[in-house]
């Protein structure tokens, strides 16, 4: 059991902050025109996935790698998670804004019924992180839950990183390179812990302490 101070709110500021930061920095160049809105929507959306990605493979990293600077990042996936839940809310009222602005939708039904599930997938592994919920998730299913969450959410990223660019032709490549080589070794890594160390990898679930 983690002894440290379950801090909340600061690490979803820091996230919130991270995501405005983005939105600032696309609607100063862009403007708050559809162009910069949308460039909006994609940096907060990448400011997100920067929280993530430590919050969803640092428990593998931790288990595949003797490092300490993995342990560290393991035992921040908490406060990770919630940085990431602060950036999402960033990035989905810029969509919000977007699908203000834009002149036709700039999402179909699929993918808005397939995305709004993982923000709600989110909410709920945010509130598994705080003490008066954190019971609930603490049982068996409540552990499963939290890992299929974060592999749906995952797998949102795999869509928006990979496959989606792959469709279209990949035309800017250093834009999503990053990412997406991130987003396809992150479960390749946790996948790999699992088969070295067995279901405790559920250990280091980034809402688990």
């Avoid at 560290?72 to 919000?96: D, K, N, Q, Y």
């Avoid at 993982?118 to 509130?127: E, H, V």
Wanted: net charge positive; with cysteine.
């Amino acid at each position: 059991m983690n002894n440290r101070p379950r801090r909340t709110l600061p690490w979803l500021a820091l996230g919130f902050c991270s995501g405005l930061a983005a939105v600032v920095v696309a609607l100063a160049h862009r403007g708050r025109g559809e162009t910069g809105v949308a460039l909006a929507v994609v940096l907060a959306g990448r400011t997100a996935f920067v929280f993530f990605f430590p919050a969803y493979a640092g428990g593998a990293l931790s288990r595949l790698g003797a490092w300490p600077v993995f342990a560290t990042i393991a035992r921040h996936g908490r406060e990770a998670g919630l940085a990431f839940a602060g950036a999402l809310a960033v990035h989905l009222s810029m969509l919000a804004w977007l699908f203000a602005v834009a002149e036709k939708p700039p999402a179909g039904d699929t993918v808005i019924v397939t995305f709004g599930l993982g923000a709600m997938w989110t909410l709920a592994l945010t509130l598994s992180s705080l003490e008066q919920y954190g019971r609930v998730f603490a049982t068996e299913p409540g552990r499963a839950f939290r890992i299929l969450g974060m592999e749906y959410i995952a797998a949102l990223f795999l869509y928006d990183f990979v496959i989606s660019p792959l469709a279209t032709g990949f035309s800017h490549k250093l834009q999503y390179a990053p990412f997406a080589l991130l987003i396809v070794v992150g479960p390749l890594m946790r996948l790999a812990a699992w088969l070295r160390h067995g279901p405790g990898v559920r250990r280091y679930s980034p809402h688990l302490r």
